[in-house]
T-cell receptor, first 109, second 124 residues
Framework: QSVLTQPPSTSGTPGQRVTISCSGS????????VNWYQQLPGTAPKLLIY???QRPSGVPDRFSGSKSGTSASLAISGLQSEDEAEYYC???????????FGPGTKVTV | QVQLVQSGTEVKKPGASVKVSCKAS????????IAWVRQAPGQGLKWMGW??????????AHNVQGRVTMTTDTSTSTAHMELRSLRPDDTAIYFC???????FGEGGYFFDYWGQGALVTVSS
């Protein structure tokens, strides 16, 4: 049972915009940066968003992150078939003193 | 280019220990930490802890503390993760990842480069 909550799945058609929510509490998202990781089937995770809304170089600007209060979200605009993957939010939790991941959201295109 | 290359598949019996290695290249090893994250079959990601390659300081997750030891060998730019008293539910893919600290804004850290993963199977 994760302290971060994500929907198990979402889907969209090519070109659509989808958003993935990540809900937490004051001890994690409410007071710390949120990071997002993309995991394509059978591969290692890849950093997608860091510090809640920053994109590493090489990540398409179709991906964007935001945070408000104790929730964060990842938006994928112009959905493409290669975006089909599992997406995890993550943050430091000051109460648990652990870096926690959300349960993951499977995006189907 | 930054690369983290991990050791191979391991099969262990319950009660045994396993040591997974992670060889870094393409950057100054002692300028970053190494985190370990595991993923049980069909499950999500779980942080196990991290080690500073600069000074060897560690921070372990509560659910493995007491059974895990993370070390680094700066002469070979390699990080190691040893897990003892293995149980069947330790069966997972173990990933190493480079830790990037953020010293402004909200601070914190994230994992910007990942190893390919090492499968550890615990079975009698």
């Amino acid at each position: 049972q994760s302290v971060l909550t994500q929907p198990p799945s979402t889907s969209g058609t090519p070109g659509q915009r989808v958003t993935i929510s990540c809900s937490g509490s004051s001890s994690n998202i409410g007071s710390n940066a949120v990071n997002w990781y993309q995991q394509l089937p059978g591969t290692a995770p890849k950093l997608l968003i860091y510090s809640s809304d920053q994109r590493p170089s090489g990540v398409p600007d179709r991906f964007s992150g935001s945070k408000s209060g104790t929730s964060a979200s990842l938006a994928i605009s112009g959905l493409q078939s290669e975006d089909e993957a599992e997406y995890y939010c993550a943050a430091w939790d000051a109460s648990l003193n652990d870096y926690v991941f959300g349960p993951g959201t499977k995006v189907t295109v | 280019q930054v690369q983290l290359v991990q050791s191979g598949t391991e099969v262990k019996k319950p009660g045994a220990s396993v040591k997974v290695s992670c060889k870094a290249s393409g950057y100054t090893f002692t300028s970053y930490g190494i985190a370990w994250v595991r993923q049980a079959p069909g499950q999500g990601l779980k942080w196990m802890g991290w080690i500073s390659a600069h000074n060897g300081n560690t921070d372990y997750a509560h659910n493995v503390q007491g059974r895990v030891t993370m070390t680094t060998d700066t002469s070979t730019s390699t990080a190691h993760m040893e897990l003892r008293s293995l149980r069947p539910d330790d069966t997972a893919i173990y990933f190493c990842a480079r830790v990037y600290h953020v010293w402004f804004g909200e601070g914190g850290y994230f994992f910007d480069y990942w190893g390919q993963g090492a499968l550890v199977t615990v079975s009698s």
